[in-house]
């Protein structure tokens, strides 16, 4: 019989299947484990985030320094800022907090509603502002968020994602990184509700401040012809296309029958 030399059916020294296949299968499912805890504790954190009581929101504002001491370089507009939110809250709100407003130096056109009750204003946003009927209405929107505890379930959320990434990923991993923009693409349309929610309350926080609502969506117009909309922080990032969310203002105006009336000078 003549023997004829051929390549066994089964080699233990090498893998059936592709290195590069198994790195792709592994890391997928790294990814979807990740995705899914963080979805998980997400959803625990919107179980907790109502039974956490105003006076233990007050002690996370230490997470942030002391907001409380703050310094401002533009104490009269701070002062004027402050009566407008304290005449907002004593008239139209009554949510348990001591509202504190605080105006910080920066270029971003943003507000932010911090834990405790603290409403931060940069000076971006200020000098885009026209009328106090929009600033009014700017502090109703960030109101708006406290009403629906929504700055808790955002803080909430970025501190779950922090602790997965630091554990699986290091505290400084481009993996991390990739992963929080998934999650964080993922999550877009969570925080478009949240600020459409908030545009409502901050309409009705108007009417109720004014008697009108005038200058409603004055801001949204103007800021959406700027060219660099990178500035505006979440004005852009996570809120409603400028043009949808005009019209959504526009039709709850003609839905509830409000009016529109002269607006008061800024400051």
């Known amino acids: ?18 290195p590069l296949k ?9 990814l979807a484990i990740t995705v899914a805890v963080y979805f998980l504790l997400g959803f625990a954190v919107d179980l907790i985030i109502p039974h956490i009581s105003p006076e233990t929101e007050k002690k996370m504002t230490a997470i942030f320094g002391n907001l409380a001491k703050m310094k401002t370089a533009f104490p009269e507009k701070q002062r004027k800022l402050q009566a407008l939110l ?36 940069f000076t971006g946003l200020l000098d885009k502002v026209a009328s106090e009927n929009e600033l009014a209405y700017i502090i109703g929107h960030e109101i708006g ?41 993922s999550e877009m349309s969570f925080s478009r ?17 004014y008697g009108h609502v005038g200058g409603a969506t004055d801001f949204f117009s103007r ?30 105006i003609k839905d509830r029958g409000l009016k529109k009336e002269k607006l008061k000078a800024l400051f």
Do not use: W
Request: hydrophobic share 35%.
């Open 1 to 18: 019989m003549k023997y004829t030399p051929r390549q066994p059916d089964i080699n233990v020294n090498v893998t059936p299947t592709s």
């Open 22 to 30: 198994d790195f792709f299968v592994l890391s997928g499912g790294l």
């Open 86 to 121: 304290d005449t907002i809250q004593r008239d139209c709100t009554k949510l348990p907090y001591d509202f504190k407003i605080h105006i910080k130096e920066a270029d971003t056109v943003n507000a932010l509603a911090m834990p405790g009750g603290h409403i931060i204003v």
């Open 145 to 185: 968020h406290y009403a629906n505890r929504d700055h808790l379930r955002g803080l909430g959320r970025a501190l779950v994602f922090m602790t997965i990434s630091a554990v699986l990923f290091g505290t400084d991993s481009s993996i991390g990184n990739m992963v929080g923009h998934g999650l964080n693409i």
């Open 193 to 209: 509700r949240q600020e459409k929610n908030a545009d409502e309350f901050g309409l009705a926080i108007l009417n109720c401040t």
């Open 223 to 252: 800021i959406s012809k700027e060219k660099d909309p990178s500035i505006f922080g979440h004005y852009f990032s996570s809120h409603p296309e400028n043009q949808d969310r005009i019209n959504h203002i526009n039709r709850l």
